[in-house]
């Protein structure tokens, strides 16, 4: 079993719709990431939060420390949202372990 | 101005080739960090340097060779291809004390035939 899941694998919605990509850990962690890499192959550091809430644009991301979970939430979803999304958590020596990630496509 | 570059981009090559991929930061980061992006898209660390000292060294064949002549350079040396070698690599590099918000290169897709 991996030591971070993310869920759905996978994941198709409709242009405007309320997303959610859930990601639970099983280890100690001073940070989480949320990670975004587009088809083009490139990633790109979304979100760093060790407690609470933090948004950025239509991008929420919350994290439970005490329940090891954390959500990434997109409002009024767009095709070029279409990406995967990878949650890493951080450990004590700064290395980061990665979910799986979640692809999102959105259609039009 | 790319902040982390990677070279090259791609990369093929014939087994029991070696072969080096180069990374350049120039956000003034004290810590780089080596990846390896399998074939199904799964992340994992290789290597980490901080001030161009090893700090973290995965269960990665000897093989491969990470060697930082600077802070703002992390190389990594392949000796010996292997098929399975083939991925994508990614170069990040993160201020240690800062909260520790990597920033990645764009990697090098490696291909050996």
């Known amino acids: 079993k991996n030591e971070v899941e993310q869920s759905p694998q996978n994941l198709t919605a409709q242009e405007g719709e309320f997303i959610t990509i859930n990601c639970s850990y099983s280890v100690g962690i001073s940070a989480l990431h949320w990670l975004q890499q587009h088809p083009g192959g490139g990633i790109v550091s979304l979100f760093m939060l060790s407690s609470g809430k933090k948004k950025h644009g239509r991008l929420i991301a919350t994290i439970n420390i005490q329940e090891k979970h954390s959500s990434l939430h997109i409002t009024a979803s767009h095709p070029r949202d279409s990406a995967v999304y990878i949650c890493?958590?951080?450990?004590?020596?700064?290395?980061?372990?990665f979910g799986t990630g979640t692809r999102l496509q959105v259609f039009p | 101005d790319t902040a982390v570059s990677q070279t090259p981009k791609y990369l093929v090559t014939q087994m029991g080739n070696d072969k080096s991929i180069k990374c350049e930061q120039n956000?003034?980061?004290?810590?780089m960090y080596w990846y390896k992006q399998d074939s199904k898209k799964f992340l994992k660390i290789m290597f980490s340097?901080?001030?161009?000292?090893?700090?973290i060294n995965e269960t990665v064949p000897n093989r491969f060779s990470p060697k930082s002549p600077d802070k703002a350079h992390l190389n990594l040396h392949i000796n010996s291809l292997e098929l399975g070698d083939s991925a994508v690599y990614f170069c990040?590099?993160?201020?240690?004390?800062?909260?520790?918000?990597?920033?990645f290169g764009p990697g090098t897709r490696l291909t050996v035939l």
């Open positions: 956000l003034g980061h004290d810590t």
């Open positions: 990040a590099s993160s201020q240690r004390g800062s909260g520790g918000e990597q920033f």
């Open positions: 340097y901080n001030n161009k000292e090893l700090i």
């Open positions: 890493a958590v951080r450990g004590g020596t700064d290395k980061l372990i």
